[in-house]
T-cell receptor, first 114, second 115 residues
Framework: AQSVAQPEDQVNVAEGNPLTVKCTYSVSGNPYLFWYVQYPNRGLQFLLKYITGDNLVKGSYGFEAEFNKSQTSFHLKKPSALVSDSALYFCAVRDGQAGTALIFGKGTTLSVSS | DSGVTQTPKHLITATGQRVTLRCSPRSGDLSVYWYQQSLDQGLQFLIHYYNGEERAKGNILERFSAQQFPDLHSELNLSSLELGDSALYFC??????????????FGEGSRLTVL
């Protein structure tokens, strides 16, 4: 069975500082990995994905994520955080071979202070 | 705007009742997924339909059912409602099947409150 772990319920950073939101996954086949962001009372918005190829993936709003197969991780990063980045972030995984549904982690609340 | 439309946005009902949530996917998307978001369970996958056929089931209760119609819109039916069914229900759509690399596009959700 596939699963996703986001070990931190909340991450606090100061504006202008780099941020990292952690994600580890477990699938039996090839992982398709995704990051989504949710603002209050809104649906989830797609940020970026890793399917194959370069391990460093760039996405929307200056976010990027690095796929690390040996550590089964897909951490979300941004070089310089903005107050407007404050939101709930979800990591998700799908088993590319089995064609299973997208399974989400519990989510990490990012709080960026000014 | 993701292009996925969900109605109603808010719904308040009583225990034991039945409700129907509706989802219109993005134009051209054949897959529809339903998810339930609650504070204690997080975002749980319920069910996936592709071009009218059920393709995968997740943690969907027997009191819940769904279908996808020929025009590709989908409905999620929740019956014999309990207090614990109060949650935000999301619909998402994608072009193809789950085995492909396409991302899901989410609607704004339907917030169900069971009193």
């Amino acid at each position: 069975a596939q699963s996703v772990a986001q070990p931190e319920d909340q991450v606090n950073v100061a504006e202008g500082n780099p941020l990292t939101v952690k994600c580890t996954y477990s699938v039996s086949g090839n992982p398709y990995l995704f990051w989504y962001v949710q603002y209050p009372n809104r649906g989830l918005q797609f940020l970026l994905k890793y399917i194959t190829g370069d391990n460093l993936v760039k996405g929307s709003y200056g976010f990027e994520a690095e796929f690390n197969k040996s550590q089964t991780s897909f951490h979300l990063k941004k070089p310089s955080a903005l107050v407007s980045d404050s939101a709930l972030y979800f990591c998700a995984v799908r088993d590319g071979q089995a064609g299973t549904a997208l399974i989400f982690g519990k989510g990490t609340t990012l709080s960026v202070s000014s | 705007d993701s292009g996925v439309t969900q109605t109603p946005k808010h719904l308040i009902t009583a225990t034991g009742q039945r409700v129907t949530l509706r989802c219109s996917p993005r134009s051209g998307d054949l897959s529809v997924y339903w998810y339930q978001q609650s504070l204690d369970q997080g975002l749980q996958f319920l069910i996936h339909y592709y071009n009218g056929e059920e393709r995968a089931k997740g943690n969907i209760l027997e009191r819940f059912s769904a279908q996808q119609f020929p025009d590709l819109h989908s409905e999620l039916n929740l019956s014999s409602l309990e207090l614990g069914d109060s949650a935000l229900y999301f619909c998402a759509s994608s072009v193809g099947l789950a085995g492909e690399g396409g991302e899901l596009f989410f609607g704004e959700g339907s917030r169900l409150t069971v009193l």
